[in-house]
């Protein structure tokens, strides 16, 4: 059990410098970058169990772009410690923020948590979304509706 709980909360030891490891790239594009369904698990601080779903997040670059497979580093970063989802978004969306400055960010989580799952009101259908938008997604309605929009499109 041990060994389970260190391994749910190893990103503690980890920066965001570490999982980036130098994948910011000079880039002109200057229209939307979704990385959706994102694998998540993360461990809800208050009753110590855990919470899993999906991440979906979005940028608009301003001169640089982010390897892709780092945004499923961050929110990793992020997602391995103790956590709450509405903290865990917003932590997401300011580590992209600041690591590439674009004009703005948008992320999504969808998770089930094992707390009203397996305790309490034993609600086995029941699923969370938070968002957090920052810059352009943030100010222009029309640009968090199409972020919202692709990130429910199915092929």
């Known amino acids: ?48 169990v855990p919470f899993t779903g999906k991440v979906h997040i979005g940028y608009i670059p301003d001169g640089k772009v982010l390897g892709l497979s780092k945004l499923a580093r961050v929110s990793d970063v992020f997602a391995r410690r103790l956590q709450v989802q509405e903290r865990l978004t917003k932590q997401i ?35 969370t979304v938070t968002s957090s938008v920052l810059g352009v997604f943030k100010s222009d309605p029309r640009t968090r509706s199409e972020f919202m929009s692709l990130i429910h499109s199915r092929r």
């Open 93 to 127: 969306a300011q580590a992209v923020m600041a690591a590439i400055e674009p004009k703005g960010v948008a992320v999504v989580i969808e998770a089930t948590h094992m707390c009203i799952v397996m305790r309490g009101v034993e609600k086995s259908g029941a699923s």
């Open 1 to 48: 059990m041990a060994k389970a709980l260190l391994y749910n909360t190893k990103s503690y030891g980890q920066s965001l410098a570490d999982v980036l490891n130098d994948a910011v790239f000079q880039e002109d594009h200057d229209e939307m970058v979704i990385v959706r369904d994102i694998d998540l698990h993360s461990m809800c601080e208050h009753h110590m």
